[in-house]
């Protein structure tokens, strides 16, 4: 029953805080307005003690909640069972959600976070650009960065090339730099004379992102 595994008060259970990828997966299964009762949920009814394990397990608890949200796909009273599922026996529900035979196969999982529901309520907050070092100065080959009003940010290489949504702007920030894209939008002098170009002689595109242009969660980078 979900109502035997809501949360109680905070005050009256020493919590273990999900880590910032547990939140992430969370608020890309769930609703907008699931997201605070589903981590309460893990914080209250899916820790260490409840589990068998040391306050200092902190790897072993984001696996055993990562199996809890992927057999819970999105779902509050899937997740309550999962949950339940976990302090009987967790490892019965590591091989729920094929992570029982490899101890990394989690940190590789992904939610699948639709298009729509990414961009669903947000509104874009700022627009970075970012340069291809290698190119410069000769060519200016662009990416973007856009930071939503909810936290959450994109990153894509072309007006037409696939859109990669990330937790925040950090991660989506890793995706370009990673690359040897550098950010335009905070060049500085020292910038420009090691780069050889000047910011007042260069004015970045503008790419209208049509419904048909791809995109994919990767959540964190």
């Given at each position: 029953m979900l109502s035997d595994i809501l949360p109680r008060r905070t005050g009256e259970v020493a919590l273990a805080q999900p880590s910032s990828e547990t939140r992430a997966h969370v608020r890309a299964l769930f609703e907008p307005a699931e997201v605070?009762?589903?981590?309460?949920?893990?914080?209250?009814?899916?820790?260490?003690?409840?589990?068998g394990l040391r306050l200092d397990h902190t790897e072993a608890l984001s696996r055993i909640r990562f199996a809890a949200l992927r057999v819970s796909n999105g779902g509050l009273s899937e997740l309550a069972e999962a949950i339940s599922l976990s302090r009987i026996d967790w490892r019965d529900l590591l091989m729920a959600a094929g992570f029982a035979d490899d101890v990394e196969a989690?940190?590789?999982?992904?939610?699948?976070?639709?298009?729509?529901?990414?961009?669903?309520?947000?509104?874009?907050?700022r627009v970075l650009w970012y340069l291809h070092e290698p190119d410069l100065p000769a060519s200016l080959n662009w990416a973007r960065l856009r930071v939503f009003t909810n936290g959450s940010a994109d990153s894509t290489f072309s007006a037409e090339g696939k859109s990669y949504g990330f937790e925040n702007e950090a991660y989506a920030s890793c995706i370009l730099t990673e690359d040897e894209y550098v950010c335009f939008s905070k060049f500085d002098d020292e910038d420009e004379r090691a780069l050889g170009i000047r910011s007042a002689d260069v004015v970045p595109p503008e790419w209208l992102d049509l419904p048909s242009k791809p995109f994919e969660y990767l959540g964190t980078y």
């Amino acid at each position: 029953m979900l109502s035997d595994i809501l949360p109680r008060r905070t005050g009256e259970v020493a919590l273990a805080q999900p880590s910032s990828e547990t939140r992430a997966h969370v608020r890309a299964l769930f609703e907008p307005a699931e997201v605070d009762q589903a981590e309460h949920m893990l914080i209250s009814n899916c820790r260490p003690e409840q589990l068998g394990l040391r306050l200092d397990h902190t790897e072993a608890l984001s696996r055993i909640r990562f199996a809890a949200l992927r057999v819970s796909n999105g779902g509050l009273s899937e997740l309550a069972e999962a949950i339940s599922l976990s302090r009987i026996d967790w490892r019965d529900l590591l091989m729920a959600a094929g992570f029982a035979d490899d101890v990394e196969a989690h940190l590789r999982w992904v939610p699948d976070l639709p298009k729509a529901r990414f961009y669903r309520g947000t509104a874009i907050d700022r627009v970075l650009w970012y340069l291809h070092e290698p190119d410069l100065p000769a060519s200016l080959n662009w990416a973007r960065l856009r930071v939503f009003t909810n936290g959450s940010a994109d990153s894509t290489f072309s007006a037409e090339g696939k859109s990669y949504g990330f937790e925040n702007e950090a991660y989506a920030s890793c995706i370009l730099t990673e690359d040897e894209y550098v950010c335009f939008s905070k060049f500085d002098d020292e910038d420009e004379r090691a780069l050889g170009i000047r910011s007042a002689d260069v004015v970045p595109p503008e790419w209208l992102d049509l419904p048909s242009k791809p995109f994919e969660y990767l959540g964190t980078y």
